[in-house]
């Protein structure tokens, strides 16, 4: 099963878009999708702070900011 992760941070407009498109395609594809705060992670915080939401395939940045959803199913019909 393919793996996604979403790094967020509380109060996040951005993040919260990102998770709901995400979400839209589980009635499409099998995968996970794990969201870490990047506050809690301090090296996180440091690498994305201006960054998020960060959208990881399997360890690979996917997108950054806004969801790009080409690239996101490209990744999930592998």
Do not use: W
């Not at 951005?14 to 589980?26: D, H, N, P, S, Y």
């Not at 996180?44 to 900011?65: C, N, Q, T, Y």
């Amino acid at each position: 099963m393919k793996s996604v992760e979403l790094l967020t941070k509380p109060d996040c407009h951005l993040c919260e878009v990102a998770r709901e498109e995400i979400l839209q395609f589980k009635n499409k594809f099998e995968f996970s999708l794990t969201e870490i705060d990047i506050t809690t992670r301090q090296s996180l915080f440091e690498m994305f702070k201006e960054h998020i939401p960060v959208i990881f395939g399997d360890g690979v940045i996917i997108s950054r900011i806004e969801l790009n959803k080409e690239k996101l199913i490209e990744f999930l019909k592998v």
